[in-house]
Each structure stands twice: as structure tokens, then as C-alpha cells.
């Protein structure tokens, strides 16, 4: 006989919702770094993710500082569809949320846009990528994880302009069995250097369909 215990998700329900508000956004730094918030938890990915930080170009690389993020499982429309625990026959609490991702990883590339082809799935082509970072062992559904202080470095890719290149933040995990688990992105709106009309462009898109355009 397996007895459930009262669910213990409403808070991180109600965290999500506070997070969840606009895709991406630019944030002014001290100091003249660019900030940002680079999120996908509006969009129907999972794992998801929201990053904020900022950026330093030099001559030979992007140097990304990530002061806070946050990497979930949501759970699908937004609600607990189960109860997270159950008590066993011989006493043992056990989580029986299913297992999205484990050894979940973040890594930062930078992107230029594409055209949508059969061969091309994403609405952007990588040209350079960090090394990833670890911020799960394991990803069950509706957990959050906060995460502080990371640090990227990508090679500066040649013959990029920056004026045509944003930054995008990919989640990568081993599959768990729900559907998730694979590679999933956080896109940037903002140019590493401008102009503002094509970054306001590309928020748009994200606003519209996240998915298309990330």
C-alpha cells in the first residue's frame, strides 16, 4: 500500500510564476558592462533556465560573469499533475517525481542568426562555445535550482561582427525518461554591440514564439 503526502510544490509553483514574466531582457551595469537577463521559462522548454550577468569583450574573447540563475523542470501547463512523495510499505519516503535530466550542464555560445532550413533546426548558427558548467546532478519535475557566481569564456570567434552576434545559454542534460533532458537554449535579444533596432527585432520574435525563434 503506498499512502501520499500532501504536495510540497505550491511554493515553487508560485516562485515560477514570479520569474516567468518577460523572455529576455538588458540590464543597465556599473561600470559599463552590459547586464542582462537571458530567461526561458516562458517558453515550453525543459529543462529552463534564467540568467543574470553581464559581458566583457576583449581582444580574444567574450568573458560572460553570471552573478544568479535559476534551472528548472517545470511541470507541464504550469501545475503539480502528482504527488511528489510517497510513503512505502516499509516507511521509506520516496520522490516519485519523474526524473527529467541528470548531470544537467550550462555553456554559453555565441550565435548569429540563420535562415530555417531542413538542415538548419534553430533559427541560429553557433560559432563559438565555452566550456559547459554543471548546475544539476538531477532534475525531477518541478524542482528549481539556484545557482551563483559563474563564469564563461568563449574565444572570440573570427570574421564575427559583433553588431550581428547575441549570446545564447544551452542546457544539456542526460534524458531522465520524460521527454526533456536534451539540449535546450536561453536566447538573448541584445546584440554584443548593437545597433538597438535589430535587438528590439529580435525580441519581438521571442515574444511572439520563443520556441521558433530560440
Same mark, same amino acid.
Given at each position: 500500500m503506498i499512502r501520499a503526502l500532501r504536495p510540497a510544490g505550491r511554493a515553487t509553483v508560485a516562485l515560477l510564476a514570479l520569474f516567468a514574466t518577460t523572455a529576455c531582457a538588458h540590464l543597465p551595469r556599473r561600470g559599463g558592462a552590459p547586464g542582462f537577463e537571458i530567461s526561458s521559462l516562458a517558453s515550453v522548454y525543459s529543462p529552463a533556465g534564467r540568467f543574470r550577468g553581464s559581458w566583457r569583450v576583449t581582444k580574444d574573447a567574450i568573458e560572460v560573469r553570471v552573478d544568479s540563475a535559476l534551472v528548472t523542470a517545470p511541470w507541464p501547463g504550469g501545475g503539480t499533475s502528482a504527488e511528489p512523495m510517497v510513503v512505502r510499505e516499509d516507511g521509506r519516503i520516496v520522490d516519485v517525481r519523474p526524473l527529467v535530466s541528470v548531470g544537467t550542464r550550462v555553456k554559453a555560445l555565441i550565435v548569429t542568426s540563420a535562415e530555417l532550413t531542413p538542415g538548419q533546426p534553430r533559427a541560429w548558427t553557433a560559432h563559438a562555445e565555452s566550456e559547459p558548467v554543471v548546475v544539476a546532478d538531477t532534475l525531477r519535475l518541478g524542482d528549481v535550482r539556484t545557482v551563483t557566481d559563474l563564469r564563461f569564456r568563449i574565444a572570440r570567434p =573570427? %570574421? &564575427?561582427? +559583433? %553588431?550581428? =552576434?547575441? +549570446? &545564447?545559454?544551452q542546457l544539456e542534460g542526460t534524458p531522465g525518461g520524460r521527454g526533456g533532458g536534451g539540449r535546450t537554449f536561453a536566447c538573448s535579444p541584445q546584440n554584443l554591440a548593437g545597433p538597438a533596432e535589430r535587438s528590439a527585432e529580435r525580441a519581438e520574435t521571442l515574444a511572439d514564439n520563443y520556441t521558433l525563434a530560440c
Open positions: =573570427a %570574421d &564575427v561582427p +559583433l %553588431d550581428r =552576434a547575441w +549570446l &545564447v545559454f
